[in-house]
């Protein structure tokens, strides 16, 4: 059995609301905290691999992680949202963005890429890191893009849905694999610091 960690990288700084996907952008200065966090809860150096996203808003926190010891993979990147990128949501033709809102899905940005193409990638490396990794413990540091696509893929339900799944900011998720069955599991969805906060009331 396979214990498999999907983490979200931590907030990002973009007060003027930059469409970002495969740009660059810097992290929220108390990141610390959270990767403090995010290490406390994973609880897991031993047997286990660390797989993340080339940028360096995952990179940061895979280093952190796994001692420096953790493996890129392009197929973890964000969305590329193509002539959008770093542009401001506000100067981006409305036309354009209700089209993408419409369809999501298949609706490619110029020179960008579709959520299906994403899922594509997500998923392929997905069943790569099930069948070829032969540690007890995978460690995924990556996007909400790529975790939905993982979750929605085990789910087995339509994309249009995929945004049915909250997946925050340093958030946690995981799936138990059995690779006798092959079979994936999911054992927890979106464990960020605040899940519970509004739940218990003195």
């Known amino acids: ?3 498999i960690y999907l983490v979200r990288h931590t907030s990002v700084y973009n007060p003027t609301k930059l469409c970002f996907g495969q740009s660059e952008i810097p992290l929220e200065e108390n990141f610390t905290v959270s ?3 995010i290490k406390e ?10 797989y993340s996203s080339p940028l360096r808003r995952c990179t940061k926190l895979a280093s952190y992680l796994s001692d420096d010891n953790f493996t ?29 809102q419409d369809d999501f899905v298949n609706y490619s940005t110029k020179k960008g890429e579709n959520f299906a193409d994403l899922f594509e990638r997500s998923v392929a490396f997905y069943e790569e890191v099930c069948s070829t990794t032969n540690k007890e413990n995978i460690v995924i540091i990556c996007h909400a893009g790529n975790i939905r696509s993982i979750l929605s893929y085990v789910l087995d ?6 945004f049915n799944l909250k997946i925050d900011y340093g958030s946690i998720s995981k799936i138990a694999y059995n690779e006798a069955q092959k079979l994936s599991t999911i054992e927890l969805i979106n464990f960020a610091p605040n899940s519970f906060k509004n739940l218990v009331k003195d």
């Open 72 to 100: 890129i993979e392009s197929r973890l990147n964000d969305l590329n949202f193509g002539n959008w990128e770093m542009k401001g949501w506000d100067k981006i033709p409305a036309k354009e963005v209700k089209l993408w």
């Open 1 to 3: 059995m396979k214990s």
């Open 157 to 162: 339900f339509p994309l249009e849905n995929v």
């Open 41 to 50: 809860q994973l609880n897991t150096t031993e047997n286990c691999a660390f």
């Open 35 to 37: 990767f403090d966090w």
